[in-house]
């Protein structure tokens, strides 16, 4: 029965979220401009109307969860985005899978952030929640879900399936519910990926913060104010959102096929390229608390990283990118909302910017170059300019629309090979930063002049000099560029060390969050560098066949075609195709599909035999067991050296009815290195279409050609029970023994031929690894000989890649070493507001 | 002239240098039939074509060729001025090949008869956004 109830609750929600937001905006806005005898009301008012708007926004998102939750099909959102087969953790994933979702994620993290503004602020909540109430408008009325004729304000999560699909049943049945949903993208079901969107939300969510803090600053003429509680806010703002591109590049890893962890494509760039402006805002900031000086740039750059997180979510959700990225959104016609949106927060921050621009305090101080602040100057240009040199090409198809709006024509394609393109460019701003990170340090934390300068740089650079000397010669680093990336990267990591060592030394690790960020920035340049400079190809093709004789270029193929146990040299290794295995609910590792027969029911299949693990038997023979996912097969590839099995990986793969096949790389971890393996290709999933059979005549004992394998027949054998059938007296029953030898497996077959009365039944043996059903056709006692009739398919294989990532574990150290560095500046920036908070002073 | 100046020319120097780049470096989209004179002419620069596979009457994808070793494969591609071109990809089939409704193929002619792409870009309009429903989940 359809539940129209539920979503009328979850709509009647989002319109309450709506309206109380506007007037909690007015309210804190009436708060600001009111006399002092006025606030405390006016305040009161406000925060119960904020409280309102939170507690509806935090029951959107319970009642969309609880429609993919229990399973309402009737729901187009439920429908779309999940499935009943899916695990509870994938089902947040459904969540958050179409955009009305994640737009849910951001207003939630919105109303979070926004609660602790309220609560650790004293003069700043008003002006600062009136910016973040006009957000939440914005945001809430992105699933209004609201048509007037033309006009289409949202769309809403909690439309029902029949009021938007034009399928027949609903005219015979409008009250018809589907079985099942058509479930989750696959390429989301992984763990990662119920993790990272929240992350990279909130990372967006609290771009907002600084910014409001900005308005308010500008709006209240606290122009040099804002700074102090804005700036944990903003190292808060880097880490999460820098936290949530490496999670999604790590998703990207270890579950996407392009073999990489970053792929230069629009959606990456589109949230890379707000985050660099925040880190460049970080230093002008910073600088500015030391010496008053780069508060105009803070405030354009403050501004700039908002509007970016606007755009970057323009880019993905308005359809523009269709053509050239492979994981944007459709276009939900929201886009002229969102532009809407972006244009109404720049044109207020450009407005409120030059109102004040003259009174902005400006140091008329020529900045020395042996001054930090040039240096830091330096560094955020930097910071600038590889934004630029990202979101420029990252926007052609936003000029190709803008042309077109025009009644041009313009045909202008991104880069084609995008990755090519931009390293050309960011590899030299990221040697760049590295070298002002390590020579910016000595000046942030000594006064200097030429000669401190090289008394203080002397020893660092002679050390990491002497350091990339052996890690070029050691790793055989002999591109050019690439040893300037290695000795820029040992260069930052000593100088900072230094810094560091100093820093703990008068134990105040308190002021250490800078040194460590900008270590982990030397780590990643090195990871990065060795990981994708050298990376390499190791399953490449040898058959050296040109593909047509018109056509002499020999291309390299880059994947490798693996019979099932037909072993294979892969430049040190020799690997095998061993077949296909399941994942089973309370089962360590993998289990063969051959001991498995599905049932009609999703993920349970029967046991053929028992399913032992390492000694301890799980499940036995003829009990049910629970699949995980059975869509998924873990295709078991053993890799050799010198005969000796190394390790076993099992790439997953999933045969998708609209997707095709979804493949999830395996990696070998080592630790210098990763061994990486996905499967490209693999065999048909359908039910095989058997050969017409071949008819082969056997005595015990001889060995025989069955199509392409040597097979023993070792002998027949009299049963006294066959499993499933009733013997009746007289009834003959007899197994015929097969050993088909396939390189070094030998495979037993054993069809059944059984005789009651004058007819008689034959059981065939089916092997769907080798693609081989046999039958008993006939045993004549006077030659005795078997006959026996084979029908053939192909047999099974795996199309597979495998690359090898020397020291990527470099890069996730130095991802890991630099968040740390910003969760260390947050603490001090933090305490630092509070206490200047507690004496009133802020 | 002042430090700040300089710095400024400096940062403008760099970000024209950016701009260059990116338009010299920028493909375009193009129909199979300036590709070719492209080819003709020298210029072995990869560019986009956007189109369709072909398709008998029934609907279902003609011309596609799996190499025997299913590594790589050829398949016919429409543009959008109606040029058919066999395109040879060195890879193994893209998983939704056959469900695309368009695809773009980033790459150039290696002679007369064979463009190779290097990437091949998909489209289909299932994959993010369901739209309809489909019959066998009723």
């Known amino acids: 029965m359809i539940n129209t109830f539920i979503g009328n609750l979850g709509h009647f929600m989002v319109i309450l979220a709506f309206v109380s937001s506007l007037v909690t905006a007015y309210s804190y806005y009436q708060y600001t401009v009111v006399s002092e005898i006025e606030k405390a009301s006016w305040r009161k008012f406000s925060r119960v109307f904020f409280y309102i708007h939170a507690i509806s926004a935090v029951s959107i998102a319970a009642v969309l969860f609880y429609i993919i939750y229990t399973f309402r099909f009737e729901y187009f959102y439920a429908y779309s985005h999940a499935s009943k087969s899916l695990p509870v953790h994938y089902m947040i994933s459904s969540f958050w899978e179409g955009q009305e979702g994640s737009f849910i994620l951001w207003i939630f993290w919105d109303v979070i952030l926004g609660l602790v503004l309220i609560h650790t ?222 244009f109404f927060f720049m044109f207020v921050a450009i407005y409120f910017s030059a109102r004040s621009w003259n009174k902005i305090p400006t140091s008329e101080k020529e900045a020395s170059v042996y001054s930090r602040e040039f240096w830091i100057f330096i560094g955020a240009t930097t910071l600038g300019l590889m934004a630029f040199q990202i979101i420029l090409p990252t926007s052609i198809p936003v000029f190709n629309a803008i042309v077109e709006a025009f009644g041009g024509i313009s045909n202008m394609a991104p880069p084609a090979d995008p990755v090519t393109f931009y390293t050309k460019f960011q590899l030299w701003f990221g040697v760049v930063l590295a070298l002002l990170t390590a020579v910016g340090q000595f000046f942030w934390w000594k006064k200097m002049d030429k000669k401190a300068l090289k008394n203080a740089l002397a020893t660092p650079y002679i050390i990491s000099l002497l350091l990339a000397a052996v890690i070029i010669t050691v790793a055989k680093v002999f591109n050019i560029a690439y040893m300037v990336i290695v000795l820029a990267g040992t260069f930052t990591i000593v100088a900072n060390a230094t810094i560091l060592a100093g820093l703990l030394k008068k134990s105040t690790f308190k002021l250490a ?105 799980y499940h036995k023979k003829g009990d049910k067991v629970n699949i995980v996912l059975e869509e998924n097969s873990y295709f078991e590839i053993e890799y050799y050296q010198d005969q000796k099995l190394q390790f076993t990986l099992f790439p997953m793969s999933q045969p998708n009815p609209t997707m095709g096949l979804i493949s999830s790389p395996d990696s070998k971890h080592f630790l210098q290195k990763d061994l990486y393996t996905h499967v490209s290709a693999i065999n048909s999933y359908e039910d095989p279409e058997w050969s017409e059979g071949n008819t082969y005549e056997a005595s015990p004992g001889e060995q025989f050609h069955l199509g392409d394998y040597v097979t023993t027949f070792e002998g027949g054998e009299v049963l ?27 495979i037993p077959l054993e069809p059944i031929f059984l005789i009651r009365g004058n007819s008689v039944g034959k059981i065939p043996s089916i092997n769907n690894d080798l693609g081989i059903k046999v039958q008993v056709d006939n045993i004549s006692p006077e030659t005795n000989k078997f006959s026996f009739k084979v029908n053939t398919y192909q047999k099974d294989y795996v199309v597979m890649k495998a690359l090898v990532k020397p020291h990527i574990n470099v890069l996730w150290i130095g991802t890991i070493i630099m968040l740390i560095g910003f969760g260390v500046a947050i603490y001090r920036r933090y305490d630092e507001f509070v206490k200047m908070r507690d004496k009133g002073l802020e | 002239m002042k430090k700040g100046h300089i710095l400024g020319l400096g940062i403008i120097a760099v970000a024209i240098m950016i701009i260059i780049s990116s338009i010299g470096d920028a493909s375009s989209y193009e129909s199979f039939s300036t590709a070719k004179e492209m080819a003709n002419s020298g210029d072995d620069a990869p560019i986009h074509v956007v189109g369709q596979l072909t398709k008998d009457s029934m609907g279902t994808v003609t011309g596609l060729e799996v190499s025997e070793d299913k590594t790589s494969f050829t398949f016919t591609m429409i543009d959008n001025d109606g040029t058919v071109q066999q395109v040879y990809y060195n890879e193994p089939v893209p998983s939704d090949f056959i469900r695309s409704e368009q695809v773009v193929v980033i790459g150039a002619y290696k002679n007369e008869n064979m463009f190779v792409a290097d990437k091949i870009l998909m489209k289909c309009p299932s994959k993010y956004q369901e739209t309809e429903l489909k019959t066998a989940s009723m």
């Open chain 1, 513 to 617: 969050g800078g040194s460590l960020a900008h270590i982990g920035l030397g780590l990643i340049l090195i990871g990065v560098m060795f990981s994708s400079g050298y990376s390499d190809v190791i399953s490449i093709n040898m058959s050296g066949l040109t593909y047509k004789k018109d056509w002499e270029d020999e291309l390299n193929k880059e994947n490798v075609l693996l019979w099932i146990n037909k072993p294979l040299q892969m430049k040190d290794y020799e690997v095998v195709y061993r077949g296909r295995n399941k994942k089973l609910e309370g089962v360590p590792g993998y289990v063969s599909v051959n001991k498995l027969e599905s049932t009609d029911n999703i993920n349970e299949a029967i046991a053929l035999e028992d399913i032992t693990i390492d000694g301890k038997t």
């Open chain 1, 121 to 342: 602020n004293k003069s700043w909540e008003g002006p600062v929640m009136v910016v973040f109430s006009l957000v939440q408008a914005f945001l809430v009325s992105m699933i209004l879900g609201v048509v007037i004729g033309d006009l289409k304000i949202g769309s809403s999560p909690f439309i029902l399936l029949r009021e938007v699909a034009n399928a027949p049943i609903f005219e015979v049945n409008p009250d018809f519910v589907p079985e099942d949903g058509t479930g989750l993208n696959p390429l989301l079901q992984n763990i990662w990926m119920v993790i990272h969107p929240p992350t990279l939300f909130l990372g967006y969510a609290s771009t907002l913060v600084p910014f409001a803090y900005l308005m308010a600053g500008l709006w209240t003429g606290r122009f040099k104010e804002w700074i102090r509680p804005a700036l944990p806010w903003t190292i808060f703002s880097a880490l999460i959102l820098g936290m949530g591109i490496i999670m999604g590049a790590y998703w990207a890893y270890v579950t996407l096929n392009f073999g990489g962890y970053w792929n230069w494509d629009p959606v990456e760039n589109a949230s890379f390229v707000p985050w660099l402006i925040i880190v460049a805002a970080i230093h002008t900031m910073i600088t500015f608390k030391k010496s008053s000086t780069a508060l105009k740039t803070s405030i354009v750059l403050v501004t700039l990283q908002f509007i970016l997180v606007l755009y970057a979510t323009f880019l993905v959700r308005s359809g523009v990118l269709g053509d050239t990225s492979v994981h944007s959104f459709t276009d939900l016609g929201l886009s002229g909302q969102l532009l809407i949106y972006l």
């Open chain 1, 720 to 746: 006294n029970e066959v499993e499933g059938v009733d013997l009746e007296e007289g009834d003959v029953a007899v197994k015929a023994k097969l050993t088909v030898h396939d390189h070094d497996m030998n």
